[in-house]
C-alpha cells in the first residue's frame, strides 16, 4: 500500500470509528430510557401509566416472573421454603426480597443491546453474541437473586454485608459482558483482517 491507500484507508478507519461511537450512545440512549418509560407506562400510579398496555404488553412484569420463579426453585432446592408474588421472595426463616425495575439487569443489557448493534458485524454474528449475552445476565441475576435467599437464610448475622449486593452484581456482569464481548470483536475483526488482506494479494504476472 502507498501512502496515498494508507490515509485513505485511516481515514475510512475514523469514519468508522466515529459512526459507532453515535450509533453506540444514540442506541443506549433509545434502549434504556424507552425501557425506563415503558416501565413507568406499566407500573400504576406512575406518570405514563396506561392500563391497556399495563395489561396486555407488560414485558417488565414478564421478566420479573421470569427472574423470580426459578431463583424460587432453586432456594426451594436448597431446603428453604419460599413464598412469592409477582414482584416479592420471601424466605421462611430467612430474607425478604422485592425485585423492583432495578434489579431486572435492563440497563446492562440496554448497553450490550447497543454495542452489538452498532459494531460493524455480519447480522448472524451479532444476533448470536445479542442472543448469548442476554441469556448470560439473565442467568447471573437468577443466580443473584437465588444466592441472596440462600445466603441470608444460611448468614442471618451477616445480613448487613449484603448491602452492596447490586454494586457487586453489575461489577460481576461487566466484567463478563466486557469478556465476551473482546473475544467477539477479535474474532469479527480477524475475520475483516484476512479478507482485506486477501483482497489485496494480486496474482503473479507470467
Same mark, same amino acid.
Given at each position: 500500500?502507498?501512502?496515498?491507500?494508507?490515509?485513505? =484507508?485511516?481515514?475510512?478507519?475514523? /469514519?468508522? =470509528?466515529?459512526?459507532? +461511537?453515535?450509533? #453506540?450512545?444514540? #442506541?443506549?440512549? #433509545?434502549? @434504556?430510557?424507552?425501557?425506563?418509560?415503558?416501565?413507568?407506562?406499566? $407500573?400504576?400510579?406512575?406518570?405514563?401509566?396506561? =392500563?391497556?398496555?399495563?395489561?396486555?404488553?407488560?414485558?417488565?412484569?414478564? #421478566?420479573? $416472573?421470569? /427472574?423470580?420463579?426459578?431463583? +424460587?426453585?432453586?432456594?426451594?432446592?436448597?431446603?428453604?421454603?419460599?413464598?412469592?408474588?409477582? @414482584?416479592d421472595v420471601m424466605v421462611v426463616a430467612g430474607p425478604y426480597l422485592r425485585i423492583n425495575y432495578s434489579c431486572l439487569g435492563l440497563g446492562v443489557m440496554s448497553f450490550l443491546a447497543a454495542f452489538v448493534l452498532a459494531f460493524p458485524a455480519p447480522w448472524k454474528s451479532t444476533f448470536k453474541m445479542l442472543a448469548i449475552g442476554i441469556l448470560t445476565i439473565y442467568v447471573l441475576n437468577v443466580c443473584r437473586i437465588a444466592g441472596l435467599g440462600v445466603l441470608l437464610g444460611l448468614f442471618e448475622s451477616q445480613r448487613q454485608n449484603f448491602t452492596y449486593h447490586h454494586e457487586v452484581f453489575n461489577v460481576i456482569v461487566y466484567i463478563c459482558i466486557f469478556v465476551m464481548l473482546y473475544i467477539w470483536i477479535k474474532n469479527n475483526t480477524k475475520g475483516i483482517r484476512k479478507a482485506k488482506t486477501e483482497d489485496t494479494i494480486q496474482p503473479k504476472q507470467d
Open positions: 500500500m502507498n501512502e496515498i491507500q494508507i490515509k485513505q =484507508a485511516k481515514k475510512q478507519a475514523d /469514519l468508522k =470509528a466515529i459512526k459507532f +461511537v453515535i450509533a #453506540l450512545f444514540v #442506541l443506549y440512549i #433509545l434502549f @434504556s430510557q424507552g425501557n425506563l418509560f415503558m416501565n413507568s407506562v406499566m $407500573t400504576p400510579g406512575a406518570r405514563f401509566y396506561n =392500563a391497556g398496555l399495563a395489561e396486555h404488553f407488560n414485558y417488565i412484569q414478564g #421478566l420479573k $416472573t421470569a /427472574l423470580i420463579v426459578p431463583a +424460587v426453585w432453586i432456594i426451594k432446592a436448597f431446603g428453604f421454603y419460599a413464598i412469592y408474588n409477582e @414482584s
